[in-house]
Protein backbone atom coordinates (compact mmCIF):
# COMPACT_ATOMS: atom_id res chain seq x y z
CA UNK A 1 0.00 0.00 0.00
CA UNK A 2 1.21 3.66 -0.74
CA UNK A 3 0.06 6.54 1.73
CA UNK A 4 0.25 10.31 0.31
CA UNK A 5 0.53 12.89 3.06
CA UNK A 6 1.77 16.19 3.27
CA UNK A 7 -1.11 18.60 1.58
CA UNK A 8 -2.70 21.59 2.91
CA UNK A 9 -3.06 25.22 2.03
CA UNK A 10 0.11 27.37 0.82
CA UNK A 11 0.54 30.74 -0.35
CA UNK A 12 1.84 31.29 -3.44
CA UNK A 13 5.82 31.22 -3.74
CA UNK A 14 5.88 28.75 -0.58
CA UNK A 15 6.60 25.09 0.31
CA UNK A 16 5.28 22.25 0.75
CA UNK A 17 6.79 18.75 1.36
CA UNK A 18 4.85 15.75 0.18
CA UNK A 19 5.67 11.83 1.26
CA UNK A 20 4.79 8.91 0.00
CA UNK A 21 5.09 6.21 2.50
CA UNK A 22 5.01 2.41 1.61
CA UNK A 23 3.66 -0.40 3.74
CA UNK A 24 4.07 -4.09 3.34
CA UNK A 25 6.86 -2.62 0.41
CA UNK A 26 10.09 -2.32 0.08
CA UNK A 27 9.76 1.27 -1.89
CA UNK A 28 13.49 0.95 -3.11
CA UNK A 29 12.19 -1.99 -5.29
CA UNK A 30 10.12 0.56 -7.12
CA UNK A 31 9.92 2.92 -9.42
CA UNK A 32 8.22 6.08 -7.87
CA UNK A 33 5.45 8.37 -9.68
CA UNK A 34 3.79 11.61 -8.13
CA UNK A 35 0.94 12.74 -10.70
CA UNK A 36 -2.00 15.14 -10.11
CA UNK A 37 -5.67 16.19 -10.72
CA UNK A 38 -6.86 19.44 -10.83
CA UNK A 39 -10.50 19.48 -10.60
CA UNK A 40 -12.13 19.23 -14.03
CA UNK A 41 -8.96 18.43 -15.27
CA UNK A 42 -7.48 14.84 -16.63
CA UNK A 43 -4.57 13.48 -14.22
CA UNK A 44 -1.19 14.61 -15.48
CA UNK A 45 2.34 13.27 -14.63
CA UNK A 46 4.05 15.66 -12.27
CA UNK A 47 8.06 13.65 -11.84
CA UNK A 48 9.41 10.46 -11.12
CA UNK A 49 12.32 8.61 -10.06
CA UNK A 50 13.63 5.17 -11.39
CA UNK A 51 14.27 2.73 -8.33
CA UNK A 52 17.57 1.46 -10.10
CA UNK A 53 19.15 4.32 -11.18
CA UNK A 54 17.38 7.40 -9.15
CA UNK A 55 16.89 8.89 -12.22
CA UNK A 56 14.39 11.76 -12.31
CA UNK A 57 12.22 13.05 -14.45
CA UNK A 58 9.93 16.41 -14.10
CA UNK A 59 7.04 17.86 -16.31
CA UNK A 60 8.20 21.17 -17.86
CA UNK A 61 5.69 23.21 -15.71
CA UNK A 62 7.52 21.95 -12.53
CA UNK A 63 11.25 21.92 -13.26
CA UNK A 64 13.28 23.76 -11.17
CA UNK A 65 10.94 24.41 -8.46
CA UNK A 66 10.10 21.06 -7.55
CA UNK A 67 12.16 18.33 -6.67
CA UNK A 68 11.56 14.31 -6.01
CA UNK A 69 13.66 12.01 -3.81
CA UNK A 70 13.78 8.95 -1.95
CA UNK A 71 14.65 8.09 1.50
CA UNK A 72 15.02 3.81 2.01
CA UNK A 73 15.48 3.77 5.60
CA UNK A 74 12.44 5.53 5.93
CA UNK A 75 10.59 3.78 2.71
CA UNK A 76 9.56 7.11 1.56
CA UNK A 77 9.63 8.98 -1.41
CA UNK A 78 8.96 12.54 -1.37
CA UNK A 79 7.82 15.67 -3.15
CA UNK A 80 9.66 19.08 -2.53
CA UNK A 81 7.17 21.38 -3.48
CA UNK A 82 9.33 25.10 -4.01
CA UNK A 83 8.03 28.35 -5.41
CA UNK A 84 4.57 27.04 -5.58
CA UNK A 85 1.71 28.82 -7.71
CA UNK A 86 -2.03 28.66 -8.04
CA UNK A 87 -1.58 25.77 -10.79
CA UNK A 88 -0.49 23.49 -8.47
CA UNK A 89 -3.54 23.69 -6.97
CA UNK A 90 -4.58 19.88 -7.30
CA UNK A 91 -4.71 16.59 -5.53
CA UNK A 92 -1.96 14.88 -5.50
CA UNK A 93 -0.89 11.25 -6.45
CA UNK A 94 2.00 8.97 -5.78
CA UNK A 95 2.36 5.69 -7.63
CA UNK A 96 4.55 2.88 -7.64
CA UNK A 97 5.34 0.34 -10.51
CA UNK A 98 8.35 -2.65 -10.90
CA UNK A 99 9.38 -1.49 -14.59
CA UNK A 100 8.45 0.81 -16.99
CA UNK A 101 7.46 -1.03 -19.91
CA UNK A 102 6.96 2.09 -21.85
CA UNK A 103 6.60 5.52 -20.90
CA UNK A 104 7.21 6.45 -17.42
CA UNK A 105 5.04 9.91 -17.87
CA UNK A 106 1.60 7.87 -17.70
CA UNK A 107 -1.34 7.01 -15.38
CA UNK A 108 -0.92 3.06 -17.07
CA UNK A 109 2.76 2.82 -16.30
CA UNK A 110 1.62 2.66 -12.58
CA UNK A 111 0.44 -0.66 -10.96
CA UNK A 112 -0.07 0.70 -7.45
CA UNK A 113 -1.59 4.05 -6.32
CA UNK A 114 -1.90 5.92 -3.05
CA UNK A 115 -5.42 7.64 -2.12
CA UNK A 116 -4.14 11.00 -3.21
CA UNK A 117 -3.37 14.46 -0.85
CA UNK A 118 -5.06 17.74 -1.78
CA UNK A 119 -2.50 20.35 -2.38
CA UNK A 120 -4.02 24.42 -2.71
CA UNK A 121 -2.22 27.19 -3.52
CA UNK A 122 -3.97 30.25 -2.53
CA UNK A 123 -3.05 33.70 -0.45
Known amino acids: QLQASGGGLVQPGGSLRLSCAAS????????IGWFRQAPGKEREFVTA????????YYTDSVKGRFTISRDGAKNTVYLQMNSVKPEDTAVYYC??????????????????WGQGTQVTVSS
Open 95 to 112: AATTYYSGSYNIAEAYDF
Open 24 to 31: GRTISNYN
Open 49 to 56: IRWNTFST
